[in-house]
């Protein structure tokens, strides 16, 4: 257990170090910063002989990296690394943050995704018919998950479609898309289109903006590699945007009420972001957002 734990610290300390090399926080003073540091772990992991090859990656290059590109470079090519030490430990049920590097894209996408569903909710406004869709999407997502674990090739296609926007760790666990398509059937199940919007509103735009801005400001850190700054982004930003979809949307609902729900709704999104470890946050932040809106209708009679 004591070398389980030591492999856990090792995996901590090279996740923290990793995620300094960030395209959105990098600075080049940063290198000199970061060398030290990964001398050490090189160190840590030349003591113990199953981590022979990282050590060996570790004190080839480093001491050769200069340039934002080649730290960028040398990132993408240790991630195979951290993953398979992060699946060992997995295996032994110890968890470990996963790589979440800044990704433009994703953050386009998670908004882009956002936008469309809930047009489509509330142009459609039609409960079983979104419930419908739901089913087939989530239905098609847990099919190619099925088609990914027998079957390496389709994995290697499924990656390659959805490398822009995809994490490193995604390869070998379930994708974020599937738990998203998962946690909208729950949403759509209970027949609310309030509590859907909610779900979708408070991911598609509480997630990634936390995202940016943690990684570009984040220095207090919290819990799972989160930051202050990128959780209190969340909860500000999420509320606003939801705020703004029920008085879009749902106007009969009042400043007041709008606002309230908004509030409660962000709190709960930003504290699943917050404590998401094993679960999936695509998964946890819309289904707790939408049973903070749920609880507060409950509490205050407020049909939903």
Not at 106 to 131: C, K, Q
Request: aromatic share 6%; net charge positive.
């Amino acid at each position: 257990m004591t070398d389980l734990l030591e492999d856990r610290d090792l995996a901590i300390q090279l996740h923290k170090v990793l995620s300094e090399i960030d395209p959105a926080r990098w600075r080049d003073e940063m290198a000199a910063v970061l060398k030290p540091k990964l001398a050490e772990l090189q160190r840590r992991f030349e003591q113990r002989a199953h981590h022979a090859a990282l050590s060996d990656t570790l004190k080839a290059e480093v001491p050769g990296l200069d340039t934002k590109h080649q730290w960028l470079a040398f990132k993408k090519r240790l991630q195979p690394a951290y993953l398979e030490l992060a699946k060992r430990l997995k295996a032994q049920s110890i968890h470990v943050p996963s790589l979440r590097p800044t990704n433009y894209a994703r953050n386009v996408f998670h908004v882009g995704t956002a936008v469309g569903v809930v047009a489509l909710l509330e142009v459609l406004d039609n409960p079983p018919l979104a419930l419908g869709i739901a089913a087939f999407f989530a239905a098609w997502a847990w099919s190619t998950e099925l088609a990914r674990r027998l079957s390496p090739r389709v994995n290697a296609m499924v990656m390659k479609v959805f490398n822009p926007v995809a994490h490193p760790h995604e390869v070998q666990r379930v994708n974020s898309a599937t738990w998203y398509t998962t946690a909208l059937l729950l949403l759509a199940s209970t027949q609310s289109t309030l509590l859907c919007v909610t779900g979708v509103v408070v991911l598609g735009i509480g997630d990634p903006i936390a995202a940016l801005v943690g990684r570009r400001f984040g220095r207090i850190k919290l819990l799972h590699g989160r930051s202050l700054e990128g959780t209190l982004a969340f909860a500000v930003s999420a509320t606003a945007a939801t705020f703004l979809a029920f008085m879009l949307f749902h106007p009969a609902l009042g400043v007041p009420m709008a606002l309230g729900l908004a509030v409660a709704a962000s709190v709960a999104g930003a504290l699943a972001e917050l404590f998401s470890l094993r679960v999936d946050d695509n998964f946890s932040i819309p289904l707790s957002a939408a049973a903070g809106v749920a609880v507060m209708t409950t509490l205050l009679h407020v049909a939903v």
